[in-house]
Structure formats: C-alpha cells, structure tokens
C-alpha cells in the first residue's frame, strides 16, 4: 500500500440551474478513485457552493495510482428521483507521482459533461503522500518522468539516451458494446472517456517500467494515439525516447555543459553491462538481414501463423531504396563497416558493441550539439491491415465475458491480445530499420508512426530519418556543446550531418552527389529530405517555407480484401508523385533541403488522400538546385510551343521571385575552388522522351545549364498540364508572414514574446457528380490553399509573423466529406536581428570553452545496429568516383529525373520489379513500403538562440499554449507533468447549438479551457509541444446529431520572462503589453 | 465544393475590433462582408472575398458565443473558456454597452417595457439603425435597469460594479436608468433640440441634488420603504418645494425679489430690460415648476415645463447665454436677502440644481 491519496473539494461557482422551479440548484460531489467513493455534503439552493470538505483519503497501490484517473463528479440532489449529474472532472494525477514536479493540484476545474460541455468550474486540491517502495518487481514505474517535447526538455541534461521504448494496450470500444444500445449517449461516452484514460495511464506505466528496465528516468518525445478500430476495438499505443537525465541546476545556465562532468561519469557507470535486462523487447539477437526475420524471443511464431488470414499482396516499394535494401547482400557489409568505422574514429578506441535494443529509433527531432553526425534521408513504411481479420483467441474469449466496460485484468490477456497489433508494428519497424542499414545507417531519428482507419482496412504508417549518431551520447550522454570542438576538427560546422553516411560505390539508390560546398571534403547529395528539425548548427542560406505536396486518387468502394489490394495497389503510385510534388516544389522555391518531413496517407470509402507538408531551406553545403524545363512533346506545333516558352517563363520568373522573397543567395562559388573531379550523373539531367519503351533504352538528351542540372517537366497530356499549372498556383504567404512546419523558422531568430496558438478545422462537401481525379485535386489543393490565405489573413495584426510547426492533419469521415484540421502557433518577430548575433557569438564561445573535459568521457557505443568489429575510419572515401551513374535502378525514384512523358514507361516497369518481389515475400500481409528520399548529416548551426531571443516584458496570470518546446523570450524552469486528455462531447441540439461550426468552435475552446485549467492547477503556466493528435469528427445533420472526439497533449510547465529572470524588479506590465499576454482568466 | 464547417479557435481568442462594430451595429454576415470589401481591405490583405467571408462568419460565431458572457459582463472575467487579454474584455464589454444618440434619444424616459420594444421597429427606420441593433440597446438599457432597480447605495458604482463599465458610460447609464425610472418626456417637438448630453448632464444634477441618496440620509431601517436611494426624487424634497409657492404668490416678496435681481443686474446685462420686463413671468414659471412637482405627471413634464416657462421666452428675446447666467446667479442669490423668506436651504437644492439644468438646456 505505498500511497496515499487525498482529496478535498472546496467549492464549486457558476453552476447551471438545475431546479427550475427555485432557479437554483443543490449540488453535491462525488470523488471516486478506483473502487472507492466519497461524498460531499449537499449544499442546498445554490449556484456557488462552499462545501469545504474534509480530505478524502485513498490509500492505493501506486499501479493503481498510475492508471486510474480521479473521477469528481458533480451532481444535483433530488429527494424524490434521481440525483442529476452536472458535471465530471477527470484529474490525472501521474503529476504529482515523481519528485520534482508539482506537488499539490489544486485550482479550478471546469464541470464537463459530455452532452452539455462546460457546466460551472469546481476547485479541488489534490496531494499524494508516496512511500517508497523497493520491490523490485514492481508493477509501477512510479517517477519516471514523461515529456511530450522532442527534444531535450530545457532545463535538462541528457545523460544518456537509452532508446526506443514502446507499448500498445487494446481493449473493446464501449461505443461497440451490445451495452451500448440500451444506455444513454452520455453513459456511453463517459464510459469512453474512463476507458481511454484508464488505458492512458496503464500503457504509460508500462512504457515506464521499461525505462526503469533500461536504467533510464524519463521518456522524451512520447507519442501516445488511439486507433478507434471500431468493432474489432480500441487499441491505445505509444512510442518514445528512453532517456537518463539530469537536472540543470540552475535554470539561467544555458549550456552548462560540461562543468561537471566527472560527476555523471560516476553515476551511470557503464551502461553497456549487462542490465538484468528482463525488457520484452527481447536479448540482444545478432541482426538478420532479411526484413522479415525476427528475434525468436519475441513470440512471433504466433503471428506468423495467424497471420495466413492476412492479405499478401506486398509490393515492397521503395522509394529509391527499397529495393537496394533487400538485395544489396555484398555491399551491406561494406556499408556496416563504414558506420562502424566512423562511430569508431569518433569513439577513440576500440569498444565492445552491445545491441540491446532492438530497434535504433528515436523519437526526438531536435538533439544535443554533436549527437547527429550524419543523415542518410527519409525512410519510411506502409502497411495495409484488415481490422476484421483478428482471430485472437484471448480477444474472442475476452468479448464474451466482458459485460461491463470495466478493464479486465490486464496480466491476463494482456500478454496475447496486443501480440497481433505489436506484431503488425513489429513488422513496419525492422522494415525502416533495413531501410536505414541500406542507406549505411545504424539508426533512426524523428521517428513517428500512424494508422489511418476506414470501416476494416487500416494503413499503418512509420516514418523517421536514417542517421548516424554519435555514439558518446548513447552511453555517457555528455552534454551538449562538448563535442563540438572535436567534431569541427573532422567535419567543419554546419555541413558534417549533410555528408553521406553511404558508401559511393554501392549507393542505395541513384544519387547525385558532389563535394560539399561547405568544407570541400566530403560527398553530399543535391538535396536532402529529412523527417527531423533543422539542427541548430546548420548553415542555412535565407530563410525557409512551408513546402505541401497534396494528392488525392479515387478508389473504387470494395469490401475487404479487394478494398486492401486496391489500396496497396494505389500506394506507390501516391507516395511517387507526393515526392515528386514535393521535389518540383522544392526546386521552384530555389531550395535543396527538406525538414519535418511528415507524409500522411489517409483512406476513405472512395478515395485515398496523401498530404505532405515539410519545411524547405537552402542549406550552403549542399549544392545550388538546378531550374525547371519544361518540354513539349509536340515540338513542330508553333502555338504549342509558344505556350511552353510561356509557361516556361513563368516558372523561371517564380523561381527568380522566390529566391527573392526568401533570401537565398548563395556566395557564387568558382569553379577551380570546387575542384570537381565528380562527374555528372547522367541520370540526373537526362531526359527520358516518350518514345522509348523501357528506361534501359533512354534517350538521352542533356538539357543541363553549365554545371546546373535541370528538372525536367515534360509536358505530354492534360495532366501534366494540370500539375504544372497547380505547382505555379501555390501562392506565397502575403509580406511579412512566414510559415514552416519545424520548430522555429530557419534564418529567423530574433523573437518576440507574443504567440498564438490556434486550431483550424474545415470540413468541405465534394459534389458527387463530377468526381475525377483532377477535379478532386483541385478541390483538396483549393481546400488546403484557402486554409492558409485564411489563417494569413486572421493573423495578419501580428505581422512580421511566422506560422510555426503547422499540422496539417487529413479525414475522411464520410463519402463526400474532406476535413482537414490545422494546429499551429504564430510568433512575432523583430525585424532588427542585430542583437542575436552578438549574443549568439557569446555562447559560441561558452560551448568551446567547455569541450576540454570532453577527452574524459569514453564510453562505448549502446546503440549501434550490429555487432562487427571495428575498422579505423577509412580516411579515403571520396575517392570513389562516378560510381553514381550506374543505372540498373529504376530511375522513378530518382528524386531529380522525373518527367512526365515517361512516367507510364517507368512505371510499367517499376511495378514489375514489384511484382518480382512480392513473389518473394511471404504471404501475410499486404504490404507497401517506401523509403527513402536523401539526405545527409546535418550540421550545426545557426539557431543557438532559438529561446534567447530578447523579448518585451509581459506579465504572467495567463495560459499559454504553444506546439513548440520552448517560448520565444522566457526560459522554462520547470516541467510539471504531462497533459494527457481525451474529450467526448455530442449534441442532439446541433442546430441550436450553431450547426456544426458553432458545435465544433465551442468544444474546441472547452478543450483549450480544460488543458489551461489543469496546468493552472498544476501550477504551471504554459503548455509546450502541444498537440492535437486526434480530432474525430462526425455530424447527422439528419438528426440534428453530432459527436466529437478530442486528444489532446502536452507538457504542462512554468516559465519565466528572461527580463525577469535577468532584472529581479519586474514591473507589472498592464494594459499596455496586451498583445503579448493573454487573456484574464483568474487562475486561482 | 461547399464548405460544411469552419473554423478557427485560438487560445487567445482573436477579436477583430472592426467586425466587432459591425456585428454590434446588427449587419448580417452579407452585409458585413459588403461593408468591409468596400473598406479596401481585399486591396490592403491581397485577400480574398471567400477568405473574408470565412473570417467574418467565423468572428460572428465567436461573438454570439461571447455575448452570453456579455450580459453579466464580471461572467465574461471569471470564465475559463475564452482567453481573452483584460483590455480586450473591457473593449468588448464596452463596445457592447455603447449606445447610438439617435436611439437613446428615441427611447429616453420611456419605460423599457414591453410596449416600447415593439416600437423598435419604428425607432428602426426612423434613425436608420438596424433592428437588431436596437433591440441590443434596449435590451442592455433593460438589464441595466433590472439589475440596479432593487439596489441600494450609489446608482453609478452599482451600475459600475455590475457591469465593469467605464465611468463615463456608468454615469450615462445612470442618466438613463434615472430617466426610465422617472418617465421623464424627452420626446415633445420642443424638446427635440436637446441632446442626450444635455439630459445626461441634468440627470446626473438631479441625482446628486434631489434624491434620496444625496442627503445622505442612509435608511437605518432595513425594511424601510426607501429602498432606491439614486432612482427615485426624494418625496419629501418634491412635498417641500410646495413652500417655494410664496416667492410668486405673496406680492411683496415677488416685487422685492425683483427690484433686488434688478438693482444688482443694472448695466450688467445686455437685455436688461426684456429681463426687466420678464422678470415675473420667468419667476413665477420657474417655481410654478417646483410646486407642482408633488404629481407624478409634472414631474414627467419637468423638461417640458422648463423649456417652454423659461428657455423659450429667454431665447425669443435673444438673451445671450453669458447674460442668463448671471440672471439665475443673481436671481437665486437674492432670495437670500428675502428676509420673509424662510425656506433657504430647500431653495438652494431645488435652484442649484436647476440653474445648471438651465445653462445647460439654454442653447439653439
């Protein structure tokens, strides 16, 4: 019993009226934790009850703690029928679980109810005394501390970054209950809501418990979604970063680097020892080659049988390298070698690699000065599931006796039921891993996964960036700034992560590559797409934008297996032309790299939706993009070929315009400096005419301006067309606006203290009459464009502005219905940057300052994907040359040769090189997959002071909400817990409550209310990576009905005004400073 | 392509000052779009009308969701919903309270009845404001008058503290509160040349001067009848002035009066003889007014009476406004030197304050 739980309930105000007759109401509480209920006194004929009442103690496992939710709810007495409820606050109390966060909740809380929304607020105060408890095989995992931030919480240190960590819980969804059709909407839903965060807690728990496991204290970057699988159930999974960390001690120190470090030394002594590793993810197995293989500890036996019901049409489709990665048996070693061997001459001396984890990813997008030494490019995989096909018998003997909605014991069927789901993203996992091996990388960062479900087909999603990290961070985690030196030596700032992990010779997939424009050592690509943020040291030319590939196909409506075949089917097609969306809008920006890559299939009953948004920049290692050509197919035509002069035109103008507005113009580099003995891929500028009938027997026609090579569009047919004219329709933000999907805006610095953040949701209604291909495109693309010139609009009192971290999320919840919600914040900024420099120099200086220590800390590798013996790092790997040119891939994933005349060509046989291989894949699932755009290392580099930036003095009192880690102008100097909240609310009234807008507005801003609420009575003051990761939608105009489904999260945190950090006098601020602070609400 | 839903939430809620007028000035979504392509700002923005339409419905929403609030605005301070900066809430809650001065004008000393709104439609087209509008103004100077009706103490604090008005829209809300109260009549043809300022400013007089609250003769019982202390005239005040009656009746005193208005205004006044000549028709109106104040239907005529007894007869004989007032300065102060004359003290509250009604309503 090592917890206690108390709870008092001070007073409620602005209750509805309840009794119509007095006009009043007599409400008393309910507090309910696990099994146990309290009462409060009525307190009669009021609005504003004073109930005061004693604290109510729970004397409660600290599982139970972890998992249950406090239940108050709030109800009205009646002596002759039964007590109205009002209202129900759910408080997740995991807060005041570890030590240094929040001690005591306590505040207001606003009554929800799920048909009424927010009824009157109640204040409540909540403690736990927790006594140790040193059993060591515990079920709780009582103070790890979780953060929704991906990246290293602010006033943290990461010691070491211990790993992947994942975990998924199913349970059958209330709203499918047979139950369900006798019991009122609200039950049900409240029914939901305790489900889902009882399943919340539990699997957080779990994730937690494997952290203890891996001796870490905390989890950063934790994703946690809900599958709403309907009939076949509710799956509640998640994934982040195992990590140990530190506390900084004092917040103002921003770097503290290595001052101390000895003293962590001492701490983790290492890691790399055999941990009484009990973790399921199993003992270390040696790594196989072959996708498909997994570590027999797993169990997946089981799948593997059950999973003959699965479809098998698995077209492994790699977007460049997929293909290398299964067959490229000889040069694997060869590329090992070299990951190896780099890791290797960075670690010093010999080390003994140990391969606990089982899956190198990473969850963060943001890491530690050093961490990141270089970036392969994109990977990612595509799985498509039929929900109906589970024949788990623990899920079939639990539907039987599940009667109530109770949770069942979870140690029993925990341990089979899952096991199909976990295989599922088993499966997806160690394909991105031998993605990333096949790009010469040993591990994956800003990993991410997500379904999307229609009725039974479900696709699963995984996405991250291959990289090559230094493995000091694994083990010892040293600090952030004390590598730097030593990494310059090797690798100049600013362009080391833009080098190729991969070997030349044997490239995964046909690449351009040329020495780096930055510190003319070493190869890097022509363009790099990566899935993490802008490392802060990487030199960047200009600012950056907010880049979109949008993409719609129909599909035919089928039932099960011929509704997945037809999905998988379309797959490649949308992953295809969403890069090449992307890659022509890249070029017409005048850029060559893509950051927060994020790539969203969604599947609907007749079509299939894909939307890219990632951040493009123009980083100055990598070499100057070539233009766009155009070319006809048709060149006698004179008319036609005065149009494609024109349209031509037109593009070089955008370009030329672009260039302008972003400021991006790169030192002209002469030749002789290059030095080029690298030969131009042919393949790059070779334009492929439609006559020819396979891509081995190209024409080649060189169309590349001087040492530029161009992009060729060719254009044969009205689709093509179409895709032209809709690449020149993206219309840039209007002046002083700036937009991107990453953290902070490359090239801008300097902020200032306002921000706003916001959610944007439209729903459009498609006519069904003329449904085609292009017409569905425009009706996206012009969905997606308005959204924006909307928010642009809205915001435009803020200018000089920048839309940060804007997510596009895409639905589809019914035939006809496209909806799309936007999440993003909005931060002012200086337009005098002069300031920042200065300051920025000043901590420049402070991280070399601190890299003497640095020779101290040697520690092995932890994470590191296979166990071979070292090599010195073989110094001459740019010497291989023109190794480029070999052709035998199919060139459609070439990022830079697309055109459109042979698109068909190399399509016919890029899809039998599918079938080839689907043949060779054992039947089970159906299968997509896709990997790969480029990439390379990222460098270091200009955003030192992405917090630092000077800021108007504002005053405290309010909430504030924000997508990012940090807040522009204040430091954060504690984190209080995570926020972690699911919201049902359904209407019968919709046309009373203001149609579906009305509706939709006002559970949004309840939503927005609780979280404020609940921070507040944490003691916080802020929200950082916020996130809405589901917003479920559904309307029976019909009916007058609709429903919502809402999750939300977040890191609840206090932060403090660098000017009042700085000067310890702080005036208030009043009136005048409105802009900045938001809001009166009364937090107390 | 139709738009099912949209919309736009931010954790500050974003107010948009313009179309905040436009929606208090009652235009629909179509008329506010109109109304704000035509300000240029589709040239300023480079936006769109659909973006402007999506914007002015989405605002729209947002202040129908507030308006709740705004009725019992300390509501609109304490709610956890809407974000929204302190300056912004004092902007809505007094953009929200403003009224029009043709609408005031229309309603003022009316009872805020039921009767009345129905005349809004009326109101409506003769002032050009839109019903919607009108019915918004009627309804907060209802609430207004509801909420304070029953209460004790200052009626501009307490409209204040209800409402978080600034003090000058308190003390015009007081000004119409105390005129509702009342039924003052504003309307008559001879009264149209009068502002609301020009009310606004009497009332404020009238409430300092001849209320109960303005003795301060707080009611020590807690039952007592006296509960509107700022609302109603004071009774006893109104029963006293009948005593004034004697300065006209009594001759004597009437000619003394006189002869000292006179004898200190000689040389001094430009229409010294139109005054001269004046002197008892002026004098018997202006306390023929205060004795006939105990009936509630000359109390409603009180402006009536003022205008057409003094105002009228002064401006026909073109008296400049510098000369009437040292004429009511010089005509209340000789009442002093009336030694028949007992009633000093009520004379100085009914004539001080009537004085700056006067000054005040004597212009064109």
């Known amino acids: ?1084 | 392509m139709t738009s099912e839903l949209d919309i736009f939430v931010g954790n500050t809620t974003l107010i948009d000052e313009d179309v905040y007028r436009l929606w208090l000035d009652g235009y629909s979504v179509g008329d506010a779009v109109a109304l704000r392509v035509r300000s240029g700002i589709l040239e300023q923005t480079g936006a769109t009308a659909a973006v402007l339409q999506s914007d002015t419905m989405d605002h729209y929403r947002t202040f129908h969701m507030l308006e709740r609030l705004l009725h019992a605005p300390p509501k609109l301070l304490h709610q956890l919903i809407y974000q929204i900066p302190p300056s912004r809430q004092a902007l809505l809650i007094e953009r929200y309270y403003a009224f029009d001065e043709a609408f005031v004008r229309e309603v003022l000393g009316k009872k805020l009845s039921k009767g009345t709104k129905k005349d809004l439609d009326d109101i409506s087209t003769k002032t050009g404001i839109t019903l919607k509008s009108c019915r918004r103004q009627f309804d907060n100077f209802k609430r207004v008058f509801k909420v304070v009706e029953e209460m004790r103490g200052s009626l501009v604090d307490n409209i204040q503290q209800h409402f978080l008005l600034s003090d000058r829209l308190a003390r015009d809300y007081a000004a119409i509160v105390f005129f509702a109260n009342n039924r003052f009549e504003t309307g008559k043809k001879k009264l149209q040349y009068l502002s609301f300022g020009d009310f606004a400013f009497c009332a404020e007089l009238m409430i300092q001067n001849w209320t109960l609250g303005a003795v301060g003769e707080a009611p020590t019982d807690p039952d007592s009848q006296v509960d509107d202390m700022d609302m109603d005239l004071d009774k006893e005040f109104l029963q006293d002035l009948k005593e004034l009656k004697v300065l006209v009746a009594d001759k004597d005193l009437l000619d003394l009066h006189k002869s000292l208005v006179c004898t200190a205004l000689r040389g001094k006044l430009g229409v010294f003889s139109e005054m001269e000549a004046n002197f008892k028709n002026l004098s018997r109106g202006l306390v023929n007014v205060a004795t006939k104040l105990t009936h509630n239907k000359d109390v409603r005529d009180l402006f009536v009476d003022l205008v057409e007894k003094f105002v009228e007869p002064c401006r026909s004989d073109h008296w400049p406004l510098s000369d009437v007032r040292l004429f009511l300065n010089q005509y209340s102060a000789s009442v002093h030197s009336l030694d028949g004359f007992r009633h000093q003290a009520l004379w100085d509250r009914y004539m001080g304050t009537l004085r700056g009604c006067l000054l005040r309503l004597y212009h064109d």
């Open chain 1, 1 to 1084: 019993m090592p917890g206690k739980l108390k709870v008092k309930i001070v007073a409620g105000r602005h209750l509805p009226v309840m009794d119509r007759a007095s006009d009043l109401t007599d409400a008393f509480v309910e507090v309910k934790f696990g099994n146990t209920t309290f009462k409060t006194d009525v307190y009669p004929k009021s609005l504003n009850p004073q109930w005061n009442s004693e604290w109510f103690k729970f004397e409660v496992d600290d599982e139970d703690l972890q998992d249950e939710p406090l239940q108050i709810t709030v109800l009205d007495h009646d002596t002759y029928s039964a007590n109205d409820a009002i209202g129900k606050v759910y408080i997740d109390i995991d807060p005041l679980l570890y030590s240094e966060a929040a001690t005591v909740i306590s505040g207001w809380f606003p009554i929800y109810d799920t048909i009424h929304g927010i009824r009157g607020e109640i204040n409540v105060v909540v403690k736990v005394d927790l006594f140790n408890d040193l059993n060591r095989f515990r079920q709780s995992s009582c103070g790890v501390k979780f953060f929704c931030t991906t990246s290293i919480p602010k006033c943290y240190r990461a010691v070491i970054i211990h790993g992947f960590v994942e975990e998924l819980v199913v349970n059958e969804d209330p709203e499918y209950q047979w139950i369900d059709r006798i019991r009122t909407p609200r039950a049900s839903n409240e029914a939901r809501q305790r489900l889902i965060s009882l399943m919340s807690g539990e699997l957080q728990r779990k994730i937690g418990l494997k952290v203890l496991e891996m001796r870490g204290n905390a989890v950063v970057g934790y994703l946690q979604c809900f599958d709403l699988e309907g009939e076949s159930g509710l799956v509640v999974r998640a994934i982040g970063t195992a990590c140990t960390l530190d506390k900084l001690s004092s917040p103002a120190a921003f770097l503290p680097a290595c001052n101390s470090p000895s003293k962590e030394m001492k701490e983790i002594p290492f890691n790399e020892d055999p941990n009484p590793n009990t973790h399921s993810s199993g003992p270390s197995t040696p790594l196989k080659n072959q996708t498909y293989s997994f570590s027999p500890s797993k169990s997946y036996s089981r799948q593997s049988s059950s999973s003959d019901t699965d479809l098998s049409l698995t077209p492994k489709t790699g977007m460049g390298s997929g293909s290398a990665g299964k067959e490229g048996g000889p040069f694997k070693a060869l590329l090992r070698q070299q990951t190896q061997s780099a890791l290797e001459q960075r670690g010093g001396s010999p080390h003994r690699f140990c391969r606990r984890r089982e899956f190198p990813f990473f969850t963060l997008t943001a890491f530690p000065p050093g961490f990141l030494v270089h970036v392969g490019g994109v990977v990612s995989a595509r799985s498509v599931k039929l929900l109906d096909r589970i024949h788990n018998p623990a899920f079939v003997g639990i539907m039987s006796n599940t009667r109530s909605y109770k949770l069942l014991d979870w140690n029993s069927f925990n341990s089979d039921e899952p096991e199909t789901r976990d295989a599922w993203w088993a499966e997806i996992r160690q394909e991105i891993k031998s993605h990333a091996k096949a790009l010469g990388c040993h591990a994956v960062v800003g990993y991410s996964e997500s379904t999307s479900i229609c009725e039974e087909v479900c696709i699963l999603s995984a996405s991250g960036t291959a990289a090559v990290l230094n493995p000091r961070f694994l083990q010892d985690g040293t600090v952030e700034g004390c590598l730097e030196q030593r990494l310059e030596e090797n690798l100049p700032a600013g362009c080391g992560f833009c080098h190729i992990p991969y070997d030349e010779l044997n490239m995964p997939f046909p690449a351009h590559l040329t020495y780096c424009y930055n510190c003319r050592k070493q190869k890097v690509p022509d363009v790099l797409f990566t899935t993490i943020d802008l490392p802060t040291d990487a030199t960047v030319i200009g600012k950056g934008c907010l880049i979109q590939a949008r993409l719609c196909r129909l599909k035919k409506k089928a039932q099960a297996e011929a509704n997945a075949t037809a999905i998988s089917n379309l797959l490649p097609f949308m992953e295809y032309e969403v890069h090449t969306q992307l890659m022509n809008k890249l070029k017409l920006k005048g850029m060559n790299a893509l950051f927060g890559l994020r790539i969203q299939i969604t599947v609907g009953e007749n079509m299939l939706m894909g939307l890219a948004s990632a951040t493009g920049v123009y980083l100055a290692a990598l070499p100057t993009p070539g233009g766009i050509q155009i070319a006809g197919k048709t060149p006698n035509d004179g008319s036609y070929e005065q149009h494609i002069s024109h349209m031509q035109k037109k593009i070089n103008d955008t370009i030329a315009k672009n260039k302008e507005l972003y400021e991006i113009n790169p030192p002209e580099i002469s030749e002789e400096i290059i030095g080029s003995p690298i030969p131009e891929p042919r393949q790059r500028s070779r334009l492929l005419r439609s006559q020819s009938e396979s891509s081995d027997e190209v024409t080649e026609l060189d169309l590349s301006h001087g040492k530029k090579d161009a992009f060729v569009l060719e254009i044969d047919d009205t689709d093509a067309m179409e895709d032209v004219h809709s690449l020149l329709t993206d219309v840039p933000p209007p002046s002083g606006f700036y937009s991107c999907n990453t953290e902070i805006m490359p090239g801008i610095n300097n902020w200032t203290s306002e921000i706003q953040m916001f959610t944007s949701v439209r729903v459009i209604r498609l006519s069904s009459l003329n449904l085609t291909n292009q017409a569905l495109n425009k009706n996206f693309n012009d969905l997606c464009e308005n959204l924006l010139k909307s928010l642009y609009f809205k915001l435009r009192s803020m200018i000089p502005c920048c839309l940060c971290h804007v997510n596009f999320t895409v639905s589809l919840p019914e035939d006809e219905l496209i909806q799309v919600t936007v999440t993003a914040v909005a931060i002012t900024f200086d337009k005098n940057q002069a300031l920042q420099t200065t300051k920025a120099h000043v901590e420049k200086s402070l991280q070399r300052a601190s890299t003497d220590n640095e020779e101290l800390l040697q520690f092995p590798l932890e994470l590191c994907s296979d166990s071979l013996p070292s090599h010195p790092f073989p110094p001459a790997k740019e010497h291989l040359e023109s190794a480029s040119s070999n052709s035998g891939i199919p060139a459609a994933q070439r990022a830079t040769s697309v055109d459109y005349s042979s698109f068909a060509d190399r399509c016919s046989s890029w899809i039998e090189l599918i079938k080839l291989k689907a043949q060779t894949i054992r039947r089970g699932s159906i299968k997509t997959t896709v990997t790969v755009e480029k990439t390379s290392p990222m460098g270091e580099g200009n955003f030192r002071n992405r917090s630092a930036a000077p800021c108007a003095n504002s005053t405290v009192g309010v909430v504030k909400m924000t997508p990012l880690s940090f807040i522009p102008g204040a430091k954060i100097t504690k984190y209080l817990g995570i926020i972690n909240m699911f919201f049902i609310r359904e209407t019968t009234s919709l046309r009373e409550e203001g149609g579906v807008s009305g509706f939709l507005h006002a559970f949004i801003a309840e939503v927005f209310a609780m979280v404020r609420a609940h921070v507040a009575a944490l003691g916080g003051n802020a929200v950082v990576s916020y996130i809405m990761k589901q917003c479920v939608f559904m309307e029976n105009p019909n009916k007058n009905q609709a429903q919502c489904l809402i999750n939300v999260s977040g890191d609840a945190v206090v932060f403090a005004r660098e000017s009042e950090l700085e000067v310890v006098s702080t005036q208030q601020p009043a009136a005048n400073c409105q802009p900045a602070c938001t809001g009166g609400e009364v937090t107390t």
